[in-house]
């Protein structure tokens, strides 16, 4: 239960250590009334929330890290606010990201890169990073975030946080800024599993604004949880990543291990494909969902000679370079002569790493990897070659091209940097995912 | 992937950029549609077995357009985001 004086110390603390983390864009300025409302509901009595800043908050402004929507004000609550604020919660800011979540360290935000809090030279990860600093910063308990391909559980691996991605279908996308709608998810960073297992509690559901969202019968039937955990260790020993990930990730091995898990090695064909099925899928989906940012309904209008010129304009100045990138990538994925030979076979070679997957799980109840392949890197270090930006998803792409719900456990450190383990589930299964990182963590249930 | 068709691509997407900026992502959609490319190999080692069309259909899961809010309640709010507007319409130029 928080108080009113600890909600004034928490604005306290941020604007103490935003200045060099840049990880809220905004503090709203109601918070303190919200404050008063919430106070009295069960269960969150008033704690404070930090959201990301593509999640609409109804009467705020909301920018997706872009220009192009910078004076943009949300006008309606997003499903997870909803819930987050009948549950008791106050909305305390909006935190940076990559534009339009595109991007794994927040340097495509618009509005400046936040600074991992373990190392001020360093990125938080992306493209949650501002919510993931904010949590690992000990700015705020609580923050979202959304998972189009590792968006939170990179972020939290890097700032050392939780950081949890449910099952696609758990969590109402409605009022969340749509990047890659097959892909996209809603999810909480936290410091310890209980508190992410809680927000996930609150804000899961079925949803009627997301035919997406599914009820708990069309999940796969529960089954006993063994402790089994499978390691695909040709995938984990692959190159590009780092020694001491590596290292990190086989003591946490032997760490389930001890815990009294059985631990299988695994050998999967298809989950090498999933990072090149994913940037076909993404930009294709990118290109179609962002084709509303017209000038005409909402957000920058910049004037050409003609109707069509005000796109082009608009269009060419409101987005960042990222964004036009993966836009105009997209565009080529899904044109005519090439349709096939790209976003056709990453439909066919989607499904065959979702079944392959699924049939993983019928023999052991959780796979286990390093949430990234390296720990945070210095500001500007890889952002001159997109494709080495986009490797830093290859174990983390997999959850949401099968749909999976997986968490990103802190493991411990490389030098002062942060590490985390990443646990995947089957469909539906957030339940055993939540007991082992429990049990890893060290927390009491 | 060339420059020119670079332009072209940006053209269907409805985004203005520049010579320079079209050259480099050329050289770089290279790079990156080489490694995506990778996804023809699946097929080869598919095993488990064959998709049809009908494996990629969805079906519709609009609801009916019914029971409407009261007309006008969010009009003021929604036309106060957009760029420019006449009365309570969104204004747009000429079109044809």
Redesign the interface.
């Known amino acids: 239960m928080a108080t009113r004086e600890q909600i004034q110390a928490t604005l306290e603390v941020i604007k103490a250590k935003n200045g060099e983390l840049n990880a809220f864009l905004e503090v709203f300025d109601d918070v303190l009334e919200q404050f008063e409302v919430a106070k009295d509901k069960a269960p969150l009595f008033g704690m404070p929330i930090a959201i990301k800043d593509n999640i609409l908050f109804d009467g705020h402004k909301a920018s997706a890290g872009s220009k192009i929507l910078e004076n943009y004000t949300a006008t309606y609550d997003a499903t997870v606010i909803k819930k987050l604020k009948d549950a008791g919660a106050v909305i305390i800011g909006r935190t940076n990201c990559d534009e339009f979540a595109m991007g794994s360290s927040t340097e495509n935000s618009a509005y400046g890169v936040t600074k991992n809090p373990y190392d001020l030279e360093r990125v938080a990860g992306g493209s949650s990073g501002g919510s993931a600093a904010a949590v690992g910063a000990n700015l705020v308990p609580i923050a979202l975030g959304s998972d189009t391909g590792g968006s939170i559980r990179q972020p939290a691996a890097l700032c050392g946080v939780v950081g949890f991605k449910p099952t696609y279908g758990r969590v109402s996308r409605s009022g969340l800024m749509a990047m890659s709608s097959s892909l996209d998810q809603i999810g909480p960073f936290a410091k310890t599993v209980g508190e992410a297992e809680m927000i996930y509690k609150i804000i899961a559901g079925v949803d009627p604004l997301d035919s997406t969202t599914v009820s708990e019968s069309v999940y796969p039937e529960v089954k006993k949880f063994n402790k089994t955990i499978g390691i695909p260790k040709s995938f984990v020993d692959s190159e590009g990543v780092s020694e001491e990930v590596k290292k990190n990730f086989y003591e946490a091995v032997e760490k389930f291990k001890v815990l009294g898990y059985t631990v299988k090695e695994i050998d999967l064909s298809y989950i090498q494909y999933a990072l090149a099925v994913y940037y076909i899928v993404m930009p294709a989906e990118v290109s179609s969902n962002l084709a509303r940012f017209d000038g005409v309904k909402f957000g920058l209008l910049r004037n050409g000679e003609n109707g069509v010129e005000d796109y082009f304009e608009t269009r060419g100045e409101g987005f960042g370079p990222e964004v036009r990138r993966r836009v105009i990538l997209g565009t080529y994925v899904l044109s005519s002569g090439y349709h096939d030979a790209y976003y056709g076979k990453a439909l066919e070679a989607r499904k065959l790493i979702t079944e392959e997957l699924r049939k993983l799980f019928q023999e052991v109840d959780l796979m286990l990897t390093p949430t990234t392949p390296g720990p945070a890197w210095k500001v500007g270090e890889k952002s001159e070659d997109p494709l080495e930006m986009y490797l830093e998803d290859i174990f983390t792409v997999h959850a949401n091209i099968s749909g999976c719900p997986a968490i990103s456990l802190p493991s411990g450190f490389a030098g002062k940097l942060p590490l985390g383990i990443e646990l995947t589930a089957d469909l539906g299964r957030e339940d055993n995912l939540f007991i082992a990182g429990k049990e890893f963590l060290g927390e009491k249930d | 992937m060339d420059k020119i068709q670079?332009l072209s691509?940006?053209k269907?997407?409805?985004?203005?950029?520049g010579d320079q900026?079209a050259e480099n992502?050329s050289h770089?959609?290279e790079?990156?549609?080489k490694?995506?490319?990778?996804?023809?190999?699946?097929?080869k080692?598919?095993q488990?077995e064959k998709?049809s069309k009908e494996?990629?259909l969805v079906r519709n899961?609009?609801?009916k357009d019914s029971e409407g809010h009261e007309s006008g309640l969010?009009t003021e709010?929604?036309l106060?985001?957009?760029?420019?507007r006449e009365g309570d319409y969104?204004k747009?130029?000429?079109?044809l």
Do not use: C, Q, T
């Open positions: 670079v691509l940006a269907l997407a409805r985004i203005k950029i900026e992502l770089e959609f790079s990156i549609l490694y995506v490319g990778e996804v023809g190999e699946v097929g080692l598919n488990l998709f494996d990629f899961v609009m609801r969010y709010k929604i106060a985001e957009a760029p420019a969104i747009v130029k000429k079109i």
